[in-house]
């Protein structure tokens, strides 16, 4: 199906793990982000990806690795897994962007994870 | 930080009732837009106004923007059960970078009683 989409959904780990957060979009969008949602704190930007191979940081990016050797893919990696990691995490995807872009972003359904 | 916060934090009505959600934001701004969150989902964008228009309509959502004032404010009319859902506002800037990205508020919590 055409869109953005996560994987997995839900994810549990334990600390001290690696874990690799997956996201898909069909629309061929130049700009991907990932955020975190706590309570409290709204979203928040950890990366974001202007072209592939193209990537830099956002508000929290520490403890996070990002990668895009393809347009489509957008991996977010925490290298090793602490508790305050434990939080749910949106991609989004957006066509262009730059002062005279409106394009919005889209949001894929989120992935839920625990670190314990 | 050009983040916004919404503003009340949460907000109960009835059905049919008017909801009122305000957005502030601190610095300058290319445009402002509002996203809908249902429980347990991603977001969804609702409207987009840009810096230089001061209401924006779409069905029963009215978006007003004062960016003297640097402040906005979403109006959903005669609200359903299926409103029901954490509305956030982003504001994308118009610096080299801070127009790369959106920076979202906290959200309003809106609960719509039957």
């Known amino acids: 199906d055409a869109g953005i989409t996560q994987s997995p959904r839900y994810k549990i780990t334990e600390t001290g793990r690696q874990v690799t957060l997956m996201c898909h979009q069909t629309w061929s969008h130049s700009y991907m982000f990932w955020y975190r949602q706590d309570l409290g704190h709204g979203l928040r930007l950890i990366y974001y990806s202007a072209a592939a191979d193209i990537t830099d940081k956002g508000e929290v990016p520490d403890g996070y690795v990002v990668s895009r050797s393809k347009t489509e893919n957008f991996p977010l990696t925490l290298e090793s897994a602490t508790r305050s990691q434990t939080s749910v995490y949106f991609c989004?995807?957006?066509?262009?962007?730059?002062?005279?872009?409106?394009?919005?972003?889209?949001f894929g359904p989120g992935t839920r994870l625990t670190v314990l | 930080s050009q983040q916004g916060e919404e503003d009340p934090q949460a907000l109960s009505i009835q059905e049919g009732e008017n909801a009122t959600m305000n957005c502030s934001y601190k610095t300058s701004i290319n445009n402002l837009q509002w996203y809908r969150q249902n429980s347990g989902r991603g977001l969804v964008h609702l409207i987009l106004?840009?810096?230089?228009?001061r209401e924006k309509h779409s069905g029963r959502l009215r978006v007003t923007l004062d960016t003297s004032k640097k402040s906005s404010s979403l109006l959903i009319t005669a609200s359903r059960a299926a409103d029901t859902a954490s509305y956030f506002c982003?504001?994308?800037?118009?610096?080299?970078?801070?127009?790369?990205?959106?920076?979202f508020g906290k959200g309003t919590k809106l609960t719509v009683n039957p």
């Open positions: 989004a995807s957006r066509r262009t962007s730059g002062p005279t872009s409106t394009d919005t972003q889209y």
């Open positions: 982003a504001t994308q800037g118009t610096t080299q970078g801070g127009s790369e990205k959106l920076v």
């Open positions: 106004i840009r810096s230089n228009e």
